[in-house]
């Protein structure tokens, strides 16, 4: 009898272990206020960050996120555009981390920054649901960058040198050929997956980039993240956060990835819409200083993980307005990445494309992934660039003599190989072996 009662009791126990906790009754908060982007609601307990559902008189739930508070009102930031809201909507906070369904489904596929399709297919089927919000590696377990990874772009493979797991910036005012340089890389590449990201750029640029810049053959093994500029500011920021949870799942499978994010500058203003809209002061050009401690917290996300296969190589747009070098996130970025490729729009005027300005750009890995021949000689082609830009005006004017300096005379006779060497087409794909011959052949 006593063999049975303790049986009945262990089943009894277990039985009540599987069965989940049901909350006795649900607090609903109602809405006081809305201020611009903001809104503000009492009546439930909420945590900053915590997502929670808005009622609205069209019968349909609105997500949000608490991006502050102020004494008793907490204050929320809806995700979506919407209508229908009125003081006393009810408001239902929603418990947990976000989630998101990941899969090799994703290979091919346009989502929003909530991860639902935009190509008007089936929806996601993942195989694993991972939290949005994931976890930082230590950077002492974090493998060091060690081997090339071939872009399929000549003055990037030969000049500019990139290692896996490297974050590079691609510094660029507007019109000057960034999307198409994303492009070649995306097809060209040898990455085993790629996670373009679209961030605040014009809607119609998605479709474009989509059907021209990266074509069939680049979509074939990439994930697309569009949050056009029309998106409200909260669902950019999510949209960022999701490139690199995709491109961190990938590469925990042991994938090397290519993650291309256009752009860093759209991230940082939407934080800013944010931050402003909930009082925080502007500090440097209008920037709050939230600002600058989220771009290294993102960006700190790509990178090499704790083994020693799958790694995440990250290049990063940054819009220079005016071609200000100066600006404060152009400068903010180039202190927290590991090297930055500028392109130059007098060199877009002249035909020069991709208009990478070697004499600007720099790669901080590059010593650590190629070999001392190679990086002499990009040394010498750097070296030699750079003298006859410096002498050009003076050649046009007739006041070049040859024969007097052997050096500028080898940068003069080279200067067209040198920039033939640096120009590619849209939709050609140079190897690392090919690069690598040809600037053997240059020097």
């Given amino acids: 009898m006593r063999d049975l009662f303790q049986e009945l009791n262990a089943r009894l126990s277990s039985a009540v272990d599987q069965v989940p906790e049901v909350p006795v009754a649900r607090t609903w908060g109602r ?26 008189d069209h019968g349909t739930l ?32 929603l418990h947990g981390d976000s989630k998101i369904d990941v899969g090799y489904s994703m290979l091919g596929r346009v989502l929003n920054g909530l991860g639902e399709p935009l190509d008007g297919l089936n929806p996601i089927s993942g195989e694993q649901r991972i939290s949005l919000q994931g976890e930082t590696i230590n950077p002492l377990q ?5 081997s090339q990874l071939d872009v399929g772009v000549r003055a990037i493979n030969g000049m500019l040198s990139v290692g896996k797991g490297q974050r590079m910036g691609l510094f660029a ?15 060209n590449t040898t990455a085993e997956i790629t996670v ?15 059907e021209h ?34 491109a961190e799942f990938f590469r925990d499978q042991g994938h090397d990835v290519l993650l291309l ?7 940082a203003q939407a934080q800013r819409e944010i931050a402003l809209a909930v009082g925080e002061p502007p500090a440097t050009k209008g920037y709050p200083p939230s600002v600058f401690s989220l771009l290294p917290q993102l960006v700190e996300r790509a990178g090499n993980g704790a083994t020693e296969r799958g790694s995440i190589t990250a290049f990063y747009t940054v819009l220079s307005e005016g071609d200000d070098q100066q600006d404060p996130i152009a400068d903010a970025a180039r202190a927290i990445l590991d090297g930055h490729i500028v392109l130059n729009r007098e060199l877009a005027e002249q035909g020069h494309y991709p208009a990478i300005d070697i004499e600007q750009s720099i790669s901080r890995a590059m010593p650590q992934v190629v070999s001392q ?19 050009q005006d003076l050649i046009a004017l007739g006041g070049y003599q040859p024969g007097q300096d052997h050096n500028l005379d080898l940068a003069v006779q080279q200067y067209p190989a040198v920039c033939q060497f640096l120009q590619q087409g849209m939709h050609e794909s140079v190897t690392l072996a090919e690069t690598q011959a040809a600037m053997a052949q240059l020097v």
């Fill in 173 to 187: 005012g507007s019109g000057v050929g960034k999307s198409v340089l994303l492009g070649m890389m995306t097809r």
């Fill in 373 to 391: 021949e190679q990086l002499k000689q990009a040394q010498l082609i750097k070296q030699r660039y750079a003298r006859y830009r410096q002498i």
């Fill in 142 to 146: 974090r493998l060091p960058i060690s």
């Fill in 196 to 210: 373009v990201g679209l961030i605040g750029e014009r809607g119609r640029e998605v479709r474009e980039f989509i």
């Fill in 62 to 93: 609105v997500e949000a996120e608490v991006v502050g508070f102020d004494r008793q009102a907490s204050v929320l930031m809806p995700i979506r555009h919407t209508t229908g809201l009125r003081p006393g909507s009810r408001v239902l906070p």
């Fill in 261 to 267: 994010m256009d752009s860093l500058t759209r991230y």
């Fill in 31 to 56: 809405l006081t206020r809305m201020a611009g982007l903001t809104l503000e609601a009492v009546g439930c307990r909420l945590c900053t960050g915590q997502r929670c559902l808005i009622e609205t």
């Fill in 213 to 246: 810049s990266l074509g069939p053959e680049g979509m074939k093994n990439a994930v697309v993240i569009a949050s056009p500029a029309d998106d409200p500011p909260l669902m950019r920021l999510r949209a960022s956060v999701l490139c690199h949870r995709i």
